[in-house]
């Protein structure tokens, strides 16, 4: 039977991928005990912070390659793709994408110190982001306009998915002051935005891989929010993934504005105190550098 509300698991509220609606619990067992590589790399974020972006860079990073991936990300995306199996078939390096929080992260990525590419955007522009998302692929509910679906699902803990921004945030943060090895790398979406060739090449640098300028700059280039969202609306066509239907409906909203800030057209001044005094309270105890602007 399907579930009525938000299915919800280990405190948290699951996005609705099909695996996780039929059984979060042995999606999140399957993840966190995967046979992994040394040099398999995840890139993770909270949901609306540039996956497919990130995802598609790093891809043609160690790929050494500025063509655009022929399967899309959905086909590595481990708690929505359609059957888990399909991780062991994939030729490596295996470039998984998640927005698992980091307690679930598989064992033996961790025991490797396998590489995790981690990106961070302001959770302002989340909001607005996964606001649009929702409305569009239809599961607001009730939920009628911004504002409502800030207050009662984005800042709710009851409702927010997975574990909400602030404690997803926060625990990467704990987990990147216990990684001696140099494991996780943040990259912040506001970042590669205004500086796209230059975050390209740190990345580039931290996955050891050797490519000449003119290489790099063609890869952040291919990868500019135009470019990405012409090349993501056929890609998807020929693929495993070609008949799930959510993802049909979420493609236009992977690729919807990009832009730093858009979230100045959807809070009101009132919405924005309030937001930044909650804000003030759950980061007083962290470092975590967010770029509203
Ligand atoms: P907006 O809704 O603000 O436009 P995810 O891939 O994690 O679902 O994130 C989607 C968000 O990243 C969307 O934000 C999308 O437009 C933005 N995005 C995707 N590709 C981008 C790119 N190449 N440059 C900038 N933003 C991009």
Known sequence: PKPTGPVVFDGMVVPP?????????????????????????????YPKSGT???????????????EYSKEPMECFFLEAMPDFNFVHNVP????????IPIRWFPNQHIENGAKIVHV???????????????????ILGDVENFQIFLEKMFMNPKAQVMDGWFKFEKDFEKAKKNDKRGAIITVHYESLKKNPVQETKRL???????????????????????KLKLASQTVKDNSLVANVELFKKTEPFVHRKGEIGDWKNHFTVAMNENFDAIFK????NSNIQVQFE
């Not at 991928?17 to 995840?42: H, S, T, Y």
């Not at 490596?92 to 927005?99: A, D, K, Q, V, Y």
Request: aromatic share 10%.
């Open 52 to 66: 497919h972006w990130a995802w598609e860079i790093v891809t043609m990073l160690l790929k050494q390659r500025a």
């Open 204 to 226: 580039a640098e931290y996955l050891n891989v050797e490519l000449s300028k003119e290489e790099i700059t063609e890869i952040s280039d291919k990868c500019s929010f135009k």
């Open 17 to 45: 991928f099909p695996p996780l609606l039929q059984d979060a619990g042995k999606r999140f067992e399957e993840i966190k005990n995967m046979e992994c590589r040394k040099d398999d790399v995840i890139v993770v974020t």
């Open 120 to 138: 961070l955007r302001n959770p302002k522009d989340i909001a607005v982001s996964m606001y649009h998302h929702f409305k569009n692929v239809g």
């Open 92 to 99: 490596s390096p295996r470039i998984f994408n998640t927005h």
């Open 281 to 284: 309270e759950e980061m007083k």
